[in-house]
């Protein structure tokens, strides 16, 4: 991950993003301190945390702090999950108590946050949780495993406690996966095939998780590897024996999440895609094959990849206004329901998303898309501009259709919602391609903020206001949804550009791809707004220089960190987070404020990428709506 510790920027650019209503980049506060406040605390960027994740010496000083966490999650109000500044306050309060150092921090962290979960954890049935190990528990120079894209098959050799935990686990009934990271658990999760996770990690890989399991709502129970080191790791065993084989009924009601809603937003996609979905035309002679060959693509597409985001958005903003019952259901078996003229309207924002994708993928030429490769170069440019085209006309009849039920008023407000967004997309996508390559160098930050609210935020707009417009008049949320998706919308595409620079970038396997390209970024403009004499005549050059990709792509990375630009970008992203928030501050219901700042942290979500995984998953039927890469979205 590209650093994004803070730091200031010239008062030119400060006055250039107020105007667009970015926000101001003030001097940092540095402090690891949290607020007093407990939900919806800010968290810092780009802070070194490896001095806060020691794990205690002796057991019996681990055993006192997890003793002790367990009394003090019990004044913990459990109606609602609590993100990681939150759980960092509690854990810097508990150590204050018991007099332990800043260094058991994370130790703590997951500590407290074991103890918030245990009771939910231990009355879910075997056969619905998740048993999730290290691979580096394994003998390290004897395993005879072999690694597949799941992770690391164990022969059961014996000759460590990985065989020993996976043979009674899958005996009880669990599922278990010997694998590291939050992505594929979390599509495990939504996926409904299992309610609960036991993970055994490093506080390196916990702290990674952290923030999405916790902010999602999954009772999960963490035993902390006793280092990070990699190989032939440590842990207490008798904390996995404790929870392993122990089932508990639960007499108190269950923490409210989101799982339920993703869950229902993944149905969609699967078992319900023939009722809001039907197909309208059949193969059946070579013509008719030839006839109904478009919309089985777009169709396909439609099941590809990414997170959902925009149709869970719509849902979980319709759930929030009428009563958030949808946060309630923790089971599988009784996913919240939503009338068919709702469930179409989110799944149209879906079409308008993926017939975007389609588009942009041909006008990048990317490659690859959900690590496959793109549509264009599957079927060739023209049936893709005209599958991308079919999934517009998808996305508004699926509106169309339920006009009778939505009310004429409300179905058109939605629909000209939508063609506003489709218009402003349309707006930026047009203005990044005329300032892609050597136009690239007219860029200012300003240039880069606004195409970015043109490009992404109209998207995130039309999903919550037609969420909330289906419940009835908009009066209370007509200015605050515009705004509040502004600012979600260019920290997401910032965020975006800075995981451009990951090593293999998530969804397209090619680092550096908009660097490559030139694209209009506002990394680029940073870097134009501040470069002077030499740096910036190398600064252009690089633009207008037909260098190699890879070559360009270095030397910008290394003019980029002299000039501080992922800093200043990270920057941003704070502060279009703070701005969100602000926002969100002032709606009501409770449940949609709830739902703005879960949004806001899984849209500005700046934790490490994984490659996307290939689409074949350790369970059937999965789909992925919050992992952990924000270009899929
Ligand atoms: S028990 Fe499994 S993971 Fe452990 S050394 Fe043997 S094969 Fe490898």
């Not at 949780?129 to 691979?135: A, D, E, K």
């Not at 009880?172 to 694998?179: E, F, I, N, R, S």
């Not at 701005?579 to 219901?589: F, I, T």
Request: glycine share 8%; aromatic share 6%.
């Amino acid at each position: 991950m590209i650093s994004a510790t803070l730091a200031t920027s010239s008062d030119d650019l400060r006055a250039e993003r107020d105007a667009v209503d970015v926000g101001t980049v003030e001097s940092p506060d540095t402090s690891p301190s949290v607020s007093d406040s407990e939900r919806g605390d800010k968290p810092r960027r780009g802070r070194s945390t490896s001095h806060l994740k020691l794990v205690p010496d002796t057991l019996d000083l681990r055993d006192a702090i997890r003793e002790a966490a367990d009394r003090y999650a019990t004044q913990l109000d459990k109606s609602r999950p609590f993100n990681k500044a939150a759980l960092e306050m509690h854990s810097r309060t508990l150590l204050d108590q018991i007099s332990q150092p800043e260094c058991y921090l994370g130790f703590a962290m997951v500590l407290i946050g074991n103890a918030f979960w245990k009771q939910q954890f231990l009355a879910i049935p075997f056969e619905r949780r998740l048993l999730l190990l290290p691979h580096c528990l394994k003998h390290a120079d004897g395993c005879p495993a072999e690694y597949d894209e799941f992770g690391l098959d164990c022969e059961k050799c014996g000759a460590c406690s990985i065989a020993d935990y996976k043979v009674r686990a899958e005996q009880l009934g669990y599922k278990v996966l010997v694998a590291e990271g939050s992505p594929v658990v979390l599509k495990i999760i939504v996926s409904g095939h299992v309610d609960g996770i036991l993970g055994v990690a490093c506080l390196n890989v916990l702290e990674k998780a952290i923030d999405k399991v916790l902010l999602a709502g999954v009772p999960s129970y963490a035993v902390p590897l006793h280092s990070g080191d990699c190989k032939n790791t440590k842990l207490d065993e008798s904390w996995v024996w404790h929870c392993l084989d122990k089932y508990v009924p639960l007499v108190e009601p269950k923490t409210s999440g989101y799982v339920p809603l993703m869950r229902a937003s993944n149905e969609m996609f699967e078992a319900q895609l023939d009722e809001i979905l039907p197909l309208t035309r059949q193969g059946g002679s070579a013509g008719d094959s030839l006839l109904a060959e478009t919309e089985s693509i777009a169709r396909n597409w439609m099941l590809k990849g990414g997170k959902r985001l925009r149709p869970f958005i719509t849902l979980a903003a319709n759930d929030a206004v009428t009563g958030a019952s949808g946060l309630q259901s923790t089971s599988a078996g009784s996913l919240p329901q939503f009338s068919l003229e709702v469930r179409r309207t989110a799944m149209a924002m879906e079409a308008f998303h993926k017939a975007s994708l389609v588009h942009d993928d041909i006008q990048d030429n990317d490659p690859y898309r959900y690590g496959k490769e793109t549509l264009h170069r599957q079927y060739g440019i023209g049936a893709a501009i005209n599958v991308g085209d079919y999934l517009i006309g998808m996305g508004y009849r699926l509106i169309s259709q339920g006009r009778r039920e939505l009310g004429a008023e409300a179905a058109s407000d939605i629909l000209d919602r939508l063609a506003n967004a489709h218009l402003k997309l349309c707006e930026g996508q047009g203005a990044e391609l005329r300032w892609t390559g050597a136009d690239a160098v007219k860029l200012t930050s300003l240039d880069a903020i606004k195409l970015y609210a043109l490009k992404t935020s109209p998207a995130f707009e039309a999903a919550l206001y037609a969420g909330l417009r289906m419940a009835g008049p908009m009066d209370a949320y007509e200015a605050m949804v515009p705004t509040f998706c502004r600012h979600i919308g260019v920290g997401f595409q910032i965020l975006n550009d800075l995981l451009d620079w990951e090593e293999i970038a998530p969804n397209k396997l090619v680092a550096g791809r908009d660097a490559e390209l030139a694209k209009p970024t506002l990394l680029l403009a940073l870097a134009l707004d501040t470069a002077k004499g030499a740096v910036r005549e190398e600064l252009v050059g690089l633009i207008n220089d037909p260098l190699t990709a890879l070559d360009r792509t270095e030397r910008l990375k290394s003019l980029y960190h002299k000039l501080g630009v992922f800093e200043r970008a990270g920057t941003l992203v704070d502060k279009c987070r703070s701005r969100a928030e602000a926002v969100a501050d002032e709606v009501q219901p409770e449940a949609l404020r709830q739902l703005l700042y879960f949004l806001i942290d899984t849209v500005l979500d700046h934790s490490p990428a994984a490659p996307t995984p290939s689409s074949q998953t350790p369970f059937p039927g999965l789909l992925p709506i919050l992992g952990n890469t924000v270009g899929a979205m």
